[in-house]
């Protein structure tokens, strides 16, 4: 069974910094891409960033609302993936979603809350 | 950026009966190699979305066959049949042709 369980959310102050992680579990890791998705309160789903395996030389790509202040890592041996977040604003607050690729399996989220 | 525009915004549907939602998207979601990356999602209250229809009318793993997805190039359709409890929430479209990927704003079904 595929399982996908996302930690590292909590309060942060405007301009603080973030990791989130994702455990993943049911599945050969090594061979899927893997995405990070979230959705603010009462919203829509927003993209975050995605990043390649290791035949795609763990290529990664991200949401231009975000590019520069988000770094998307992974660590096979973990079978885990990080999002890294900086220079939080108060519109990053969101249910951040660890996906994998194709959005197939999706974790319950861990939610992000930038307020002072 | 591809802009997925879904609708109606909400959608009241008696038990037992039929839906469609449209979905459309700004640019072709043919990709280069051929094939149309566009999805379903459904999220119900309080949970994570879940996939329902991949490249536009393949029916995921354990997907009722009362879910069917058709359309083309820019423009397309899920339709619901036999609308049961468990059906309601909101529904999502996404594109994976083209980065960054994209939602839909969504769908609500409500019971009427």
């Known amino acids: 069974e595929v399982q996908i369980l996302e930690t590292g959310g909590g309060l942060v102050k405007p301009g603080g910094s973030l990791r989130l992680s994702c455990a993943t579990s049911?599945?050969?890791?090594?061979?899927?891409?893997m995405n990070w998705v979230r959705q603010a309160p009462g919203k829509g789903l927003e993209w975050v960033a995605q990043?390649?395996?290791?035949?795609?030389?763990?290529?990664?790509y991200y949401a231009e609302s975000l590019e520069g202040r988000v770094t998307i890592s992974r660590d096979d041996s973990k079978s885990s993936v990080y999002l890294q977040v900086s220079s939080l604003r108060a519109e990053d607050t969101a249910i951040y979603y660890c996906?994998?690729?194709?959005?197939?399996?999706w974790g319950q989220g861990t939610l992000v809350t930038v307020s002072s | 950026d591809v802009v997925m525009t879904q609708t109606p915004v909400s959608l009241s549907v008696s038990l037992g009966g039929q839906v469609s939602i449209s979905c459309r998207s700004s640019?072709?979601?043919?990709?280069?190699?051929?094939?149309?990356?566009l999805s379903w999602y459904l999220q119900k209250p309080g949970q994570s979305p879940q996939l329902l229809i991949y490249?536009?009318?393949n029916r995921f793993s354990g997907i009722s066959d009362r879910f069917s997805g058709s359309g083309s190039g820019t423009d397309f359709t899920l339709k619901i049949s036999r609308v049961e409890p468990d059906d309601l929430g909101v529904y999502y479209c996404?594109?994976?042709?083209?980065?960054?990927?994209?939602f839909g704003g969504g769908t609500k079904l409500e019971l009427k």
């Open positions: 990043i390649r395996n290791k035949n795609y030389n763990y290529a990664t």
């Open positions: 049911g599945f050969n890791f090594n061979d899927y891409f």
């Open positions: 640019q072709s979601l043919v990709h280069n190699n051929g094939n149309t990356y």
């Open positions: 490249k536009v009318s």
């Open positions: 996906t994998r690729e194709g959005f197939a399996y």
């Open positions: 996404g594109q994976g042709t083209q980065y960054p990927w994209t």
